[in-house]
C-alpha cells in the first residue's frame, strides 16, 4: 500500500513540515507501508483545462500519475484568505474523480489565525466527499504558535495529534483493504 503525502502551496515551508511529520510517524510505527510525497513546488504543473492527460507537460503528468496510482493520501494545505490555494484546487481538477473513489484521506492544515481550520470542515472534507473518498476522522491544524523559530514543530498536543491521524489513516486503509478483498472472494 502507497500512502502519498501531498504539500499542496507553492509557498512557504509549514505545511509541508506537518505533512512530511506525519509520513515520518507512519514509516515508524508501520514499516510496511510504501511512503512518498509529492511537494507542489517542486512541478510546474500546468492549469487543468480539461484536455486528455496525456497531452500536458511531463510535470503535470507525473504529478497526475503521482496522485492518481497512490492507494491513499494525506494532503496538506495553507489557508490563504480562508480557503486552500489554487495549486490545491488545480491538483483536484487534475485527477480524474474515479481515482480517489474508495481511498482514505487524511488532511493537515496551517493558518494564520485558530479558526482556519473550518477550512479543513467546510472544503477539504466535502472535495473529499464529492470524490466519494473516505475522510479519517482527526486533522491537523496549526498556526505560527505551533513551531518554534526553526520551523519545528513544538507543540506536544500537534505532535499527539500527528500521531493519532497517522494511526486512523493506516487502520481505515487497511481495514477498507481487507473488507474490499473480503467482499470479491
Do not use: W
Not at 31 to 53: A, K, N, S, T
Not at 126 to 134: E, K, M, Q, S, V
Amino acid at each position: 500500500m502507497k500512502l502519498l503525502g501531498i504539500s499542496g502551496t507553492i509557498i512557504g515551508a509549514k505545511t509541508g513540515i506537518v505533512v512530511k511529520k506525519v509520513l515520518e510517524e507512519v514509516e515508524r510505527k508501520y514499516p510496511d507501508i510504501e511512503v512518498e510525497f509529492l511537494d507542489m513546488m517542486d512541478y510546474q504543473v500546468q492549469f487543468c483545462d480539461g484536455r486528455d492527460p496525456n497531452t500536458y507537460s511531463e510535470d503535470t503528468k507525473k504529478v497526475i500519475e503521482m496522485v492518481s496510482s497512490a492507494d491513499f493520501y494525506i494532503i496538506g494545505t495553507p489557508v490563504f484568505q480562508g480557503s486552500i490555494p489554487g495549486v490545491l484546487k488545480n491538483l483536484f481538477d487534475l485527477i480524474n474523480p474515479n481515482d480517489f473513489r474508495n481511498k482514505v484521506m487524511g488532511f493537515t492544515a496551517n493558518g494564520g489565525t485558530y479558526q482556519h481550520y473550518l477550512v479543513i470542515e467546510n472544503q477539504l472534507k466535502p472535495i473529499a466527499g464529492f470524490f466519494r473518498a473516505f475522510v479519517a476522522p482527526s486533522y491537523v491544524y496549526t498556526n505560527r504558535d505551533h513551531f518554534n523559530e526553526n520551523n519545528e514543530i513544538r507543540d506536544p498536543d500537534v505532535l499527539h495529534r500527528i500521531s493519532q491521524l497517522a494511526d486512523e489513516v493506516i487502520h481505515m486503509q487497511k481495514t477498507l483493504k481487507k473488507e474490499y478483498a473480503n467482499s470479491t472472494e
